[in-house]
Structure formats: structure tokens, C-alpha cells
């Protein structure tokens, strides 16, 4: 995502110091948008950036960060003029995280697992040129990353779902529900939603291919993924039965166990896949914002009434 921004965005000497790293693995980034009150509505971020001199000084907290507690830098949306309107007053700042001052906190999940974090800035720096796209220019940089994410997932997920599909019909054979009418009606309405999504990603590569950046018909692919995989996931549980309800507050490791081929296919990589992917229409943004996108955006609808 941040490598796909920095080469449209990214000044030379950005590019020439970080695309190197990100290939090589060097560097590990995170994503530093969320905040207890920006979540969905993203022009609400209020981390406080302040320059001194030739740095700016960060002061502020983010949350739901994937992954924080695994990264040395996190890409971030700082507020860099208090007084502009919410959604021109941001800025998109490159900073190092191992330094004094950044604090992260992970958060456990109901899967058991620890993967999002809080992370909290306290007289963090980053350089005065670590400022991608310009001064107060962030909301486009930011929507310009969102776009090669949802793009990227557009383009791979298919083939993830695909693989999960087909260990799901495996387990369906194992479990013996394979000629179940029912059963076999939700698996070809899966069947088609994977094909529906690799199709779509073909469509986006083209456009890549063509020289075309990601816009607002991103929000297609977020839509589409969030919202089947938690078809499939409870599809799963329903196979497994009461036994699903076994696995419940086991420890995530268990999530990891394989079958004979090496794929996960056991009661506790589907029940733990099932519990992350209710959060799967609110991150990255809501399904209810997406649609607002698609319809404001692509389908050039009247904006959504104000509930004031």
C-alpha cells in the first residue's frame, strides 16, 4: 500500500530511501489512521502534529493498528492545521517508531488473538520532509493508499477465498453433509461470490495494466470480500455443529493446525477465521460507508441526508 503510494505521490529522495527497504523487507510498516472518535469518519483524526523547527512533533493516540506491535514505522494521519476544515488540515507524516515516545498496546481480539494495538505518540519526531504529497494535503494521500489496499485485494483475495472454499468442501465431504440440499445451496452461492470477486479483480488489474489509479469504485471489492467471508466462515461453523461451540476461548494457537495437506481445516481455524471476520464490514470502513462511496461517488446519487 505505502509502496504503491510513495512511487505516485512520494518525493524522489522518498523513494529513493524507502521503496529499497519496503522491497526488502528492512522496514515494517504499519498503518496509523483510526482514532477513538475517527474511526469510519476519518476526517475526524485528531493527533496533533506541530512543526519545530525542521521536525514536526507528534502528540495524539491511534487505535485498531494491525500489526503495531510487530512494525518500526508506521505511516501516519496527523492533524497539521487545527483551524482548516476537518478534512483539509491533515497531513500524511512517515515516521520511525523506535523511538521514546511511541507507546503500543495490543488489544486482544474475541478470537484470542493480539493482532490490532493501540498506539499512543507523546513527543514523537519525524523530519520535516517526511511529509508525503504535501502540507494539509493528506485526505487525498490517505484515500490514494485506501485505494491500491482495497485495489490489492481486489487482485489476491479471490485466490485466498478460492483455496478457503475448497478446503470447506473438503470438510463438507469429511462431515458427511456434502449431499445436503441445503448445504450444497450455500456452497454454489459461495462458489458464485468467488467468481463474482475474481472476475472484478481482473477487472481491476486491467486498469492497472492501463495506467488507471485506484478511485472510488474501490469500495466494490471491500464490499463484496467483508460480507461473503462472513457467509462462508458461519457456513463452516454450521457444518461443524454443537461441536464449534467447543473450541470457544481456546488459545489461537490452535488455529494453526492443518490436515494432511498442510491447509488449516480444523474446528479451531474455522471458528477462530469466523470470529475475525465479524469484524470484516467495519474496518477498513464500514459496509454502510461503502456504500455511501458507491453511490455518491461512482453512481452520482444525492448525498445521504444529514440526521440533524
Same mark, same amino acid.
Given at each position: 500500500?505505502?509502496?504503491?503510494?510513495?512511487?505516485?505521490?512520494?518525493?524522489?529522495?522518498?523513494?529513493?530511501?524507502?521503496?529499497?527497504?519496503?522491497?526488502? #523487507?528492512?522496514?515494517?510498516?504499519?498503518?496509523?489512521?483510526?482514532?477513538?472518535?475517527? %474511526?469510519?469518519?476519518?476526517?475526524?483524526?485528531?493527533? +496533533?502534529?506541530?512543526?519545530?523547527?525542521?521536525?514536526?512533533?507528534?502528540?495524539?493516540?491511534?487505535?485498531?493498528?494491525?500489526?503495531?506491535?510487530?512494525?518500526?514505522?508506521?505511516?501516519?494521519?496527523?492533524?497539521?492545521?487545527?483551524?482548516?476544515?476537518?478534512?483539509? %488540515?491533515i497531513s500524511f507524516l512517515l515516521v520511525d517508531?523506535?523511538?521514546?515516545?511511541?507507546?503500543? *498496546?495490543?488489544?486482544?481480539?474475541?478470537?484470542?488473538?493480539?493482532?490490532?494495538?493501540?498506539?499512543?505518540?507523546?513527543?514523537?519526531?519525524?523530519?520535516?520532509?517526511?511529509?508525503?504529497? #504535501?502540507?494539509?494535503? %493528506?485526505? *487525498?494521500?490517505?484515500?490514494?493508499?485506501?485505494?491500491?489496499? /482495497?485495489?490489492?485485494?481486489?487482485?489476491?483475495?479471490?485466490? /485466498?477465498?478460492?483455496?478457503?472454499?475448497?478446503?470447506?468442501?473438503?470438510?463438507?465431504?469429511?462431515?458427511?453433509?456434502?449431499?445436503?440440499? +441445503?448445504?450444497?445451496? +450455500?456452497?454454489?452461492?459461495?462458489?458464485?461470490?468467488?467468481?463474482?470477486?475474481?472476475?472484478?479483480?481482473? *477487472?481491476?488489474?486491467? %486498469?492497472?495494466? =492501463?495506467? /488507471?489509479?485506484?478511485?472510488?469504485?474501490?469500495?466494490?471489492?471491500?464490499?463484496?470480500?467483508?460480507?461473503?467471508?462472513?457467509?462462508?466462515?458461519?457456513?463452516?461453523?454450521?457444518?461443524?455443529?454443537?461441536? =464449534?461451540m467447543t473450541i470457544a476461548g481456546r488459545p489461537?494457537?490452535?488455529?494453526?493446525?492443518?490436515?494432511?495437506?498442510?491447509?488449516?481445516?480444523?474446528?479451531?481455524?474455522?471458528?477462530?477465521?469466523?470470529?475475525?471476520?465479524?469484524?470484516?464490514?467495519?474496518?477498513?470502513?464500514?459496509?454502510?460507508?461503502?456504500?455511501?462511496?458507491l453511490g455518491e461517488m461512482v453512481l452520482q446519487?444525492?448525498?445521504?441526508?444529514?440526521?440533524?
Amino acid at each position: 500500500m505505502l509502496g504503491n503510494t510513495l512511487l505516485l505521490l512520494g518525493t524522489e529522495h522518498q523513494k529513493q530511501h524507502y521503496l529499497p527497504r519496503i522491497l526488502s #523487507g528492512a522496514d515494517t510498516w504499519c498503518q496509523g489512521y483510526s482514532e477513538p472518535n475517527a %474511526g469510519s469518519d476519518l476526517g475526524n483524526v485528531g493527533l +496533533r502534529a506541530t512543526l519545530d523547527g525542521d521536525q514536526w512533533v507528534l502528540n495524539g493516540q491511534k487505535i485498531w493498528t494491525s500489526a503495531g506491535h510487530l512494525a518500526d514505522h508506521i505511516f501516519t494521519l496527523a492533524r497539521t492545521d487545527p483551524d482548516a476544515p476537518k478534512h483539509k %488540515g491533515i497531513s500524511f507524516l512517515l515516521v520511525d517508531m523506535r523511538q521514546p515516545g511511541i507507546e503500543v *498496546r495490543p488489544i486482544t481480539m474475541i478470537s484470542g488473538e493480539r493482532e490490532f494495538n493501540e498506539v499512543f505518540y507523546t513527543d514523537v519526531t519525524t523530519p520535516k520532509d517526511h511529509v508525503v504529497g #504535501g502540507v494539509n494535503d %493528506g485526505w *487525498r494521500v490517505a484515500m490514494t493508499l485506501l485505494g491500491f489496499e /482495497r485495489g490489492e485485494a481486489a487482485a489476491t483475495g479471490p485466490i /485466498r477465498f478460492q483455496a478457503e472454499l475448497d478446503r470447506l468442501l473438503v470438510l463438507a465431504r469429511e462431515r458427511g453433509v456434502a449431499d445436503d440440499p +441445503r448445504i450444497r445451496q +450455500r456452497l454454489a452461492w459461495c462458489y458464485s461470490k468467488v467468481q463474482i470477486m475474481r472476475f472484478n479483480g481482473m *477487472r481491476v488489474l486491467t %486498469g492497472f495494466l =492501463a495506467g /488507471r489509479h485506484p478511485g472510488p469504485d474501490a469500495a466494490i471489492s471491500k464490499l463484496l470480500w467483508s460480507e461473503y467471508h462472513q457467509v462462508v466462515t458461519e457456513l463452516a461453523v454450521d457444518i461443524y455443529g454443537a461441536e =464449534a461451540m467447543t473450541i470457544a476461548g481456546r488459545p489461537p494457537s490452535s488455529a494453526f493446525q492443518t490436515d494432511d495437506a498442510g491447509a488449516p481445516n480444523s474446528t479451531a481455524s474455522w471458528v477462530n477465521t469466523f470470529f475475525n471476520a465479524r469484524a470484516g464490514t467495519i474496518y477498513a470502513g464500514t459496509s454502510q460507508v461503502q456504500r455511501n462511496i458507491l453511490g455518491e461517488m461512482v453512481l452520482q446519487l444525492p448525498k445521504e441526508p444529514s440526521p440533524r
